[in-house]
C-alpha cells in the first residue's frame, strides 16, 4: 500500500476506547476460545492482516493448537477439528460477514442459537459485528503487521 492513511488510533482515540469497552463486554459472555475463532475466521474473510496477525499470536499464546489456528480459514473442510457448536458459530460469521450477499439465513442462526443461550447468541451476533468494524479499520487505513 503506497498511500500513507489517517489513523483512527491517533486521531480518534475514543473510537477505540469504546471498542475496547463493547469487547469486554462480550468477552464476558462468549467462551474464549469460541470469540478467537470467530475474529480470526472474520478477519480472513475480509483480509485483515493486521487482526489475522494479532488474533492468531494471542490464540497461540493463549494454547490454542498451530493446526486449529490454520484450519479456521478453511473450517468446513476441517471435520472433526471443531465442535458442532463451533461450525455452527462459524458459519453464521460467514453469512455476517458477508451480509451484503446473502443476509443471516434462518437455518444459520437456528443452528447456532441452538447451541447457545440467547445471551451468548446475543454476544456471537455483537462479536462478529465487532471484529468486521475492527477489520474494516485496519483495512481501510491500511494497517499491517510488526515486526516481531
Same mark, same amino acid.
Given at each position: 500500500?503506497?498511500?500513507?492513511?489517517?489513523?483512527?488510533?491517533?486521531?480518534?482515540?475514543?473510537?477505540?476506547?469504546?471498542?475496547?469497552?463493547?469487547?469486554?463486554?462480550?468477552?464476558?459472555?462468549?467462551?474464549?476460545?469460541?470469540?478467537?475463532?470467530?475474529?480470526?475466521?472474520?478477519?480472513?474473510?475480509?483480509?485483515?492482516?493486521?487482526?489475522?496477525?494479532?488474533?492468531?499470536?494471542?490464540?497461540?499464546?493463549?494454547?490454542?493448537?498451530?493446526?486449529?489456528?490454520?484450519?479456521?480459514?478453511?473450517?468446513? #473442510? +476441517? !471435520?472433526?477439528?471443531?465442535?458442532?457448536?463451533?461450525? &455452527? @458459530?462459524?458459519? %453464521?460469521?460467514?453469512?455476517? $460477514?458477508?451480509?451484503? #450477499? +446473502? !443476509?443471516?439465513?434462518?437455518?444459520?442462526?437456528?443452528? &447456532? @442459537?441452538?447451541? %447457545?443461550?440467547?445471551?451468548? $447468541?446475543?454476544?456471537?451476533?455483537?462479536?462478529?459485528?465487532?471484529?468486521?468494524?475492527?477489520?474494516?479499520?485496519?483495512?481501510?487505513?491500511?494497517?499491517?503487521?510488526?515486526?516481531?
Amino acid at each position: 500500500m503506497g498511500t500513507a492513511r489517517v489513523q483512527v488510533a491517533q486521531h480518534l482515540p475514543e473510537a477505540y476506547t469504546e471498542l475496547a469497552r463493547l469487547n469486554a463486554v462480550v468477552d464476558a459472555a462468549l467462551d474464549e476460545d469460541l470469540h478467537t475463532l470467530v475474529k480470526i475466521r472474520a478477519s480472513v474473510l475480509n483480509g485483515c492482516a493486521f487482526c489475522v496477525d494479532l488474533h492468531t499470536h494471542q490464540a497461540l499464546t493463549d494454547g490454542m493448537s498451530p493446526r486449529r489456528i490454520a484450519l479456521v480459514a478453511a473450517w468446513r #473442510e +476441517a !471435520g472433526s477439528h471443531f465442535t458442532e457448536a463451533e461450525r &455452527a @458459530a462459524l458459519a %453464521l460469521v460467514d453469512a455476517l $460477514t458477508r451480509v451484503g #450477499e +446473502a !443476509g443471516l439465513p434462518d437455518e444459520v442462526y437456528s443452528a &447456532a @442459537a441452538a447451541h %447457545l443461550s440467547e445471551r451468548e $447468541t446475543a454476544a456471537l451476533i455483537t462479536a462478529v459485528s465487532l471484529i468486521n468494524l475492527y477489520n474494516r479499520l485496519g483495512v481501510g487505513t491500511g494497517m499491517a503487521p510488526s515486526a516481531r
